[in-house]
């Protein structure tokens, strides 16, 4: 039985797995006297501590470890721009099915939204919503490459410079066209 039950018991598992399998930089380490593992600054029960432990600073719960590895990477960040490209990528395509609305009347299209999954260093891994779009044996694909654009565009003759935050290719398997996401003073434009 683990002091704390069932809490206490996952607590052990989930630092003996991260233990074994964060880089050796890690401050991670087997502390106690059953092999279990310690993460930095775990709070242990006073019952549970040795005489040795008693004079130690206090350790890390596993919460608080992953609080810190979260705030280390930039997680938050990263979930929020993933949220933000996510909302992009849905106003764009319920403008292309109100323009399809609009042309299409009678319904001859038949219009089909999936996902494709992309994985982006900044942004994780995550699924974003597509449309294919078709008429009769005809089909047209809109879907998201990423947000993360390695392009920018020189405009004018003032030689100005607009990096962009993400692109959509609508294709149709021979042609493709690029949509580049601009934002200006926080809008989309």
């Not at 989930?14 to 310690?38: H, K």
């Not at 939204?113 to 982006?120: D, F, I, M, N």
């Amino acid at each position: 039985m683990f002091p704390g039950g069932a809490a206490g018991a996952r607590q052990v598992v989930l630092g003996r797995i991260v233990s074994e399998t964060l880089p050796e930089s890690t401050p991670c380490r087997t502390g106690r006297r059953d092999g279990e593992a310690v993460m930095p600054n775990e709070e242990t029960s006073p019952s549970l501590k040795s005489p040795e432990a008693k004079g130690r600073e206090s350790l890390l719960s596993f919460r608080d470890f992953l609080k810190a590895k979260a705030d280390e990477l930039g997680v938050r960040d990263r979930h929020r721009r993933r949220g933000e490209w996510l909302g992009a990528i849905n106003r764009l395509l319920d403008q292309i099915r109100d323009w399809l609305r609009e042309s299409d009347p009678e319904g001859v299209l038949d219009i089909e939204p999936y996902e494709v999954s992309r994985t982006e260093q900044d942004l994780g891994t995550y699924d974003a919503p597509a449309l294919k779009i078709r008429l009769g044996a005809g089909e047209v694909d809109v879907r998201p490459i990423g947000r993360e654009v390695p392009f920018m565009a020189i405009r004018g003759a003032s030689g100005n410079a607009t990096e962009f935050s993400g692109r959509v290719d609508i294709t149709d398997g021979y042609r493709k066209y690029n949509l580049y996401r601009e934002i200006n003073q926080g809008k989309d434009l």
